[in-house]
């Protein structure tokens, strides 16, 4: 898009562009989301900036109406692989907070003074500007969600003091804290205890939540995941583990338009809040342009029936990507429901009970350090297995394989390939799950060779479909779900 393209968006009020950019208007100082339902400013008077920590270091507030801080992040950061597409999505996980600049330049392997250049050169903020607008949005997700006092809410939110915290809701919000506390629209507090921080989680576009919920659910590992409720109005609960301590992310399913999953977070320490929400956001494929997807998948007469059949379809990521890669591990050459009952083996255990159960969630995922040096004779698999998941674990447990949301996907695939026991479907699986590549095509999966054949398409086709395989991938999954492939191809598939 060039300025006059995103002009034109902010005058129809287009919310496909929110969170892809934001404009700022120059006589009054504020920024905005583009679906802004204020008055369209005049040409001469908007200022374009591609991340709101850009338009905030311009000196611009955020717009109360329309909440700019609020939407979804750009699809931008999920299908770019350069380092400022890294650097965006460790930012997001919080990794400036717990590890400062130069944490995550030591991640990225580039010196400090490279990624605040390259940072500053594309996005107009550096890495300490876009970390300080995330730390705000936190913070005003728990003033207006619970009773906590400020100093509590600083801390939590990642602020290194309250006056630095005092500061800088005045410098975004135009306001105090307790002025933006009073205007919660008379919504009930909670204490971020027993009631958990609830969220409204944004999403663009349409959202095929029945597949991914289902999806999710057939893959259910006892104690550490459960999906309650009828269809429609299904709640996706699961454990997590985080930087600071543990946590329950409870999110329930939403049909039709809405612009949001309802999401509550119970934290057992609140600084965990920034990352939850990432990780949540990520297992989710919140911040996904299901309308690039469609454009380009839909172009293709061979796709173009099942993307009309499934608008706003999501590649559902990972919560966890240790947890990921092993349960990609114990899927291997086995049904969905073979893998399921080894991950539910391995949790029983080897999982960290929580303090209390809450329902059905009694577990942590086991660490990949303690499965490393486990006999893991609990699990009924052949021994080639147990050798490739200790060695997985001890990979990740060392670092020798990084998986978090800043590793070098190329680097990563390469690296987990030179394991002993880990295959093309494994490393192409934690590749599109764990590390959220979009463009994965499975080409040595089962139901996905049956789709293709489903379709009358080959591989050869799939190159026309980039840079968005990995939802391709999941169209042809879906295919096979209602198109009356026989049970014994279901059967032979990995666990996806």
Same mark, same amino acid.
């Given at each position: ?6 002009y034109?968006?902010? @005058? ?11 404009? +700022?208007?120059? #006589? #009054? ?10 008055v369209?400013p005049?040409?001469k008077?908007?200022r ?10 311009s000196?611009?507030? /955020? ?16 299908? *770019? ?10 930012i ?9 600049? /130069?944490?995550?330049?030591?991640r ?6 490279? %990624?605040?250049?390259? !940072? ?9 500007? =876009?970390?300080? /607008?995330?730390?705000?949005? #936190? ?14 809410? +600083? ?7 309250? *006056?630095?915290f ?7 919000? /135009? ?59 299904r ?6 583990r985080?930087?600071?301590? #543990? ?6 399913? &939403? ?5 949001? !999953?309802? @999401?509550?977070?119970? =934290? ?12 949540? &956001? ?14 380009? !998948? ?10 009309? *059949? ?18 990609? %591990? ?14 539910? +083996? ?11 159960p ?7 995922f086991?660490?990949t ?9 609990d699990?009924?698999m052949?021994?080639? &297995?147990?050798?490739?998941? *200790? ?6 447990? $060392? ?32 590749r ?12 040595? $999966? ?13 591989t ?33 598939? $990995?666990?996806?």
């Open positions: 898009m060039n300025e006059e393209s995103r034109e968006a902010v @005058c129809s009020r287009d919310g496909r562009f929110d969170g892809e950019f934001f404009f +700022a208007v120059a #006589t #009054t100082g504020i920024y905005c989301r583009p679906s802004c339902p204020a369209t005049k040409r008077n908007v374009f900036y591609p991340t709101a920590a850009a338009a905030q270091g000196g611009f507030r /955020a717009c109360r109406r329309c909440r700019p801080d609020a939407v979804p992040g750009s699809a931008e950061w999920n299908a *770019r692989a350069d380092v400022v597409g890294r650097a965006m999505r460790l997001g996980d919080g990794v400036v907070d717990r590890e400062g600049v /130069a944490g995550l330049a030591a990225l392997g580039y010196s400090a003074r490279q %990624v605040q250049r390259q !940072l500053n050169a594309e996005l107009g903020a550096g890495p300490v500007a =876009l970390a300080r /607008a995330q730390r705000a949005h #936190t913070a005003r997700v728990l003033l207006r969600t619970t009773q906590l006092q400020s100093a509590e809410i +600083a801390f939590a939110a990642g602020f290194a003091s309250v *006056r630095q005092n500061d800088t809701i005045r410098t975004i919000y /135009a306001g105090t804290p307790s002025e933006l506390r009073a205007a919660r629209q008379g919504r009930t507090a909670r204490d971020g205890g027993p009631g958990g921080v609830p969220l409204r989680l944004a999403y663009r576009g349409p959202y095929a939540s029945t597949e991914l919920f289902d999806y999710l659910g057939r893959r259910a590992i006892a104690g550490i995941e459960e999906l309650t409720g009828e269809p429609g109005g709640t996706y609960r699961r454990t997590l985080l930087p600071h301590g #543990t946590g329950i992310a409870e999110i329930r399913e &939403r049909t039709g338009e809405g612009g949001w !999953l309802e @999401c509550r977070l119970h =934290l057992s320490e609140l600084r965990d809040l920034t990352t939850a929400t990432q990780r949540v &956001r990520r297992l989710f494929d919140l911040d996904a342009d299901p309308y690039a997807v469609a454009e380009r !998948l839909g172009a293709d007469p061979l796709l173009s029936a099942l993307v009309e *059949r499934r608008p706003g379809l999501r590649a559902p990521g990972a919560a966890d990507e240790h947890e990921l890669a092993v349960r990609a %591990v114990l899927g291997q050459q086995v049904s969905v429901a073979a893998g399921q009952k080894l991950g539910n +083996a391995l949790v029983a255990a080897y999982g960290e009970q929580l303090p209390a809450s329902g059905g969630l009694t577990h942590v086991p660490q350090g303690e499965l490393a040096e486990a006999p893991l004779a699990l009924r052949p021994d080639s &297995r147990r050798v490739a998941l *200790r060695t997985i674990s001890a990979a990740l447990a $060392d670092g020798t394989v990084r998986l978090d949301p800043g590793a070098d996907r190329d680097q990563a695939e390469e690296d987990l390939l030179s394991l002993r026991g880990i295959g093309p479907w494994t490393a192409g699986y934690i599109m799950r764990a590390l959220g590549d979009p463009d994965v095509l499975l080409t040595g $999966d089962a139901a996905v060779r049956a789709g293709l054949e489903r379709i009358g398409a080959s050869a086709d799939a190159g026309g479909w980039r840079p968005w395989r990995t939802y391709a991938t999941h169209h042809l999954w879906n295919a096979k779900s209602t198109s009356g492939i026989s049970s014994s191809i279901k059967e032979r598939n $990995d666990d996806r």
